[in-house]
Each structure stands twice: as C-alpha cells, then as structure tokens.
C-alpha cells in the first residue's frame, strides 16, 4: 500500500464524514491521477462539496484517509493544506466583499510572503517589494480573466459572472497545482459556460490538475476526462462520461 | 483625477492637523495641553482596538486591561526596582504581549458574544488582581513614580509628556497604516466576519486564521500598554479605578465614535470623548454634571444608530447628500 501511495497524485481510501447521525459520506474511494480533469455529479445532498471540504479540511474526516503526493492530508489545516498546492472555490463564493478585488488576489499569495512583521510595519525594502510583487501577480492573473480594468473594483458593484472569475482568479492567485472548482458554472448563462469551460481548459493547459464539481450535463462532456458519481454520500459510478451516461444505476439516481 | 484629488486633499487636510498640533503649546494653556495629553494616551489603546475590532473583527470589551497591565508594570518596575521608565515602556509592552498571546491562544476561538463575555471575565480578574496585590499597593495605589528623563533632562513638564504622547501616536499611527495596506491588513479584513471576510476561504488561501487573530490581539495589548506605560509616568499615581470595566467600554466607545476601521478615527473618537467629558465635568455644579455617564450612554447609542461606521464617515455621508440634492435640482 505504502508503494501504491508513493505513485498516486490524490488519492482517498474509504473517506466518510458523519453530521450527527447523517451520513453525508460513506466510505468513498478515489485516485486522481496528476494532470487530470476530473468532475464530480450527483444529485443535491450527495455529498460532492462535503467531498472537497474533506480534501481541503474544511471540516475533519469522520473515517478513512485522504492523501497528496505520498503525504498525508488528513489532519493538517487547509492553510496548510493550500501551501502544498491545493486551492478551492466555494459554491457560494466567499469572496472577501471588503477588500478590492485586486486585494482579494494580493491575500491570497499568502504562502509566498518573505518579509517578517517588523518589516511590515515599518515598510521596509523587503515588505515594499513583497507587496509589488503580489501586485504584478494578482494584475496578471486577472488580465487572463479580463478582470484587470476592474482591479480596484468592490466585488459587490460587480456582476455574478465576473465575482464567480474573482473566485476562480483568488484561487489561482494561491500558485495551485490542484484546483478544485465548487460548481463554477452555476447560475451563469449558456455563453458564459462556455466561456468557463475555455478558461478551464487553459488551466489545464497550464498545468493545473483540476477537480470540478458540476450539474451542467454539457460542460461536464466537453472537458472532463473522468467522472465520479456520488449518490447519498456512496460512489455509485466512475468513468467517462459516455460510460457514466449509460449507467443504470447512475440514470436512475441522478441523469434521470 | 478625483482619487488623486481627494489623496492631496487628504495629505494636505493631515499635514495642516499636525502643524496645528505641533504648535498648540504656543498659544494653548496647561488645561488644553493636559487634555491633549489623554487624549492622545487613550487613543493609543482606541487605536489598537480599532486594530482588533474594525479590522480583524474580534470583540474585546476589556481593551483597557492591557493598559493596566503596561501602566503597573512599568509604574512597580520605577517606584520598587528603579528601572528607567523608559526600559519599563518596554518590559511593560513584552509582559503585556506575552499575556495577550497566552490569552489570545485560548479564546480567540471563540466568535461574536461569547468572545465579548470572555474578553470581559478577563478584564474582571486583571482588575480584581490590581486592587488585592500587595505589589499593586492595592486600591490604594502607587505613588512618587518617576517622571521620564533624558540624562539630567527631566520630563516632568506638560508640554514635555504633550510632544512625548504626539511622536510616540504619530508613529503607532504611521505603523497602523503600514499595516493595514501591507497583507496582514488584508489577512485582518478577510477574516472579519462583520465586513464580508470568511474564516474558512481566509485558511483556504493561505492565511493561517489561528495566529493571525493573535498577532491582531497582541498587538492591540501593546498599543494599549505603551498608552498605559505613558499614563503612569505622567499621573505619577496610579490606582486601578481608571481600568475597570466602564474604561473598557469608553475605549469601545471611542472607536466607535470615531470609526474603527480607520487610523485616524479612534484618535478622533478620544478627542470627542476626553472633550466632552471635561465640558461635562466643567459643569459639575450644573444639572449635566451627575449625568456623565447617563449622556455618554445615549451618545454611544446614538452613534451606533445613527454613524455606525463613525465621524470619519461623515465628510461622505455630505458628499452623498450634497450630490443627491444636485441631482434633484
């Protein structure tokens, strides 16, 4: 098992979280392999964002394990877990609405900071370049989202579409090398999806091993490499999305 | 055009405030100077609670006991040891931060109302402790504490604690700044949960929530310690009736008056303070003097009604009604 853990990328053996006396996960299992565009479905309530809460330890695995590049992730904290290389959205986007939204960026290169308080304070050389660099950083970032005219905006005075990018931008803005996207394309037109999907795949491109969580059936098509069904907190189904779609036990709990 | 209007007006709207200052002591006498001198005493410790609170989101409803905490220490490190008050600014501020961080550490934990209650049981028990110590003289207090001195130089004038508390406020405030425009600020503001932070997307992007809470609680002690620290040198005397719990909450009040997510606000928010209470004092034989606290009850309740986020709010709340009338026209 040890050897099997030295090659996986992510890798979770029978991770269960309890609320009380629900089940919002039982004994689910899975390998992501580096590289890979993976999606997640399910109906409401089968656990998918509980899933990605338990990789980023949002909240405590109640059973099993979760494991990263050979090491454990079970029991570090997410900010922890995000200077590994891991970075999320939320469902319902949790944007800081009181920083700007080049600033919501700017403290999200946390992990990269070398200047120590004492240099904060008195705004030395060290503090000063620190906070040009994350600068540069958080303005690239958004230009790839077309977002860098809106820098100094309020994310509340912006639309939905372009607080959803922030979202996607601040977790890029961590340096990730495995993103996970809590249903990114929810509440957005047929258009903006597709515009999504072409910045997805870009990430992709990049480099960026991605974990989506998705109920728009063509988006989950056109760029998932692989598909995890969860239904009641169990894995019902695992594969392409064409071998998903013909799944029996998939269509009746979730495709419909 | 207009940030870069405001920005000058700004600066040079700063920089005319502290020519003011600056010269005060040439026309204005020993009351005004004295005043000045808690004014600016309690807006160190207002503006490290602006730190905690309007930044960082975390209620502390005891801000005073750190002053308490510097003002003894340095007062029984001078009357029982005779260590220089100035090493005592220091001993004070390092005792304070290590009981802030040992405290923080345990409660900081907690969110909203239980985090107040606790703030305040802590501030109780720092306050019991002042008054029972013998090394406290207990509510009896200390006296004969030694004024500042710089070699033979002996600070033992108004205006010599009056430029002493500006420079040292001065640069709390330009490390306030510093700070809030720097990453820990951004950090402070993304985990306040009263202005759209998230604890939970704050550790997700990096931000270790736990200690930056009590990096922000230490250093509001500080604040309030060196103020604390100041208190003792220039009053000589100290007892613990200025730190009990109503203290704690004039600090609050303070902020609050004045804007607790500003720089400038809490120092503000001291001046209107400490002014009116000495106008309320300076009519003691009236019908308003038996009243203090009654009117600065209503006040503080008014304000949160009223000017939640403070008088620094105020130059924008005329702009917007100026403009709405301009549009109506």
């Known amino acids: ?148 005219k809106k820098a100094s905006s309020m994310p509340l005075s912006l639309p939905f579409r372009e607080r959803k990018f922030v979202g996607i931008a601040r977790a890029l803005a961590t340096n990730p090398e495995l993103l996970l996207l809590d249903e990114p394309a929810g509440g957005l037109s047929v258009e903006e999806v597709k515009e999504l999907s072409r910045v997805i795949l870009k990430l992709h491109e990049q480099g960026i091993t991605i974990i989506f969580i998705e109920h728009r059936m063509e988006m989950v098509n056109e760029i998932s490499h692989r598909v995890i069904v969860l239904n009641y907190g169990r894995k019902i189904a695992e594969g392409s999305f064409d071998e998903i779609k013909r799944n029996q036990e998939v269509i009746s709990a979730y495709l419909g | 055009m207009k940030k870069l209007l405001t920005g000058n007006l700004k600066s040079a709207l700063l920089a005319a405030v502290l020519v003011v200052l600056v010269l005060l002591p040439m026309w204005a006498g020993h009351y005004i100077i004295s005043t000045c001198i808690f004014i600016g005493i309690y807006g160190m410790a207002a503006l490290g609670l602006s730190v905690l609170m309007g930044y960082a989101g975390q209620v502390n409803l005891g801000p005073n006991t750190f002053m308490l905490i510097g003002a003894y220490t340095s007062a029984v490190l001078a009357v029982d040891f005779g260590i220089s008050p100035w090493a005592g600014i220091v001993c004070g501020a390092i005792l304070t931060a290590i009981i802030a961080y040992l405290i923080g550490k345990a409660i900081l934990g907690l969110h909203g109302f239980i985090l107040a209650v606790a703030t305040a049981c802590f501030a109780v028990v720092i306050f019991r402790l002042a008054c029972e110590l013998e090394i406290t003289r207990g509510v009896y207090g200390l006296t004969s504490i030694p004024h500042y001195s710089i070699g033979s130089f002996v600070l033992n004038k108004e205006i010599h604690y009056y430029y002493l508390v500006l420079v040292v406020l001065i640069l709390l405030a330009i490390i306030t700044s510093n700070l809030i425009k720097s990453r820990i600020g951004r950090g402070f503001i993304a985990l306040n949960l009263f202005h759209g932070g998230s604890e939970v997307a704050s550790e997700c992007v990096g931000i270790n929530v736990g200690k930056l809470k009590v990096q922000a609680f230490v250093l509001s002690a500080v604040y309030g310690s060196i103020g604390g620290s100041i208190y003792a040198h220039y ?95």
Not at chain 1, 102 to 113: A, D, P, R, Y
Not at chain 2, 239 to 257: H, K
Not at chain 2, 268 to 284: D, F, M, N, P, W
Request: overall charge positive.
């Open chain 1, 1 to 148: 098992m040890p050897e099997q853990r030295k090659n996986s990328y992510l890798e979770g053996k029978n991770v269960t979280k309890h609320f009380g006396g629900v089940a919002a996960l039982s004994e689910v299992t899975f390998n992501v392999s580096k590289g890979e565009l993976l999606c997640i479905i399910g109906p409401n309530g089968s656990g998918k964002t509980t899933l990605l809460n338990m990789i980023t330890s949002v909240s405590a695995l109640t059973g099993g394990e979760i494991w990263f590049k050979g090491g454990k992730l079970h029991g570090l904290a997410s900010h922890q877990i995000c200077k590994l290389g891991i970075s999320r959205t939320f469902q319902d986007l949790q944007i800081f609405n009181d920083l700007s939204v080049i600033e919501n960026l700017m403290v999200s290169c946390w992990k990269e900071h070398y200047a120590n308080p004492l240099e904060i304070m008195l705004r030395l050389r060290r503090a000063r370049k620190e906070e040009r660099e994350a600068y540069a950083r958080g303005m690239e970032i958004l230009s790839m989202f077309e977002l860098d």
């Open chain 2, 235 to 329: 009053t000589t005397c100290l007892t613990p009736q200025p730190f009990d719990l109503w203290w704690g909450l004039v600090l609050t009040m303070m902020c609050t008056i004045g804007g607790m997510r500003s720089v400038i606000g809490p120092i503000i928010g001291s001046a209107v303070y400490i002014a009116l209470k000495e106008i309320i004092r300076s009519t003691q034989s009236t019908t308003l003097g038996g009243f203090e606290t009654l009117i600065f009850g209503l006040l503080f309740t008014l304000f949160l009604i009223f000017m939640p986020r403070g008088i620094v709010e105020l130059p924008s709340l005329i702009l917007q009604r100026f403009s709405m009338k301009t549009v109506k026209k």
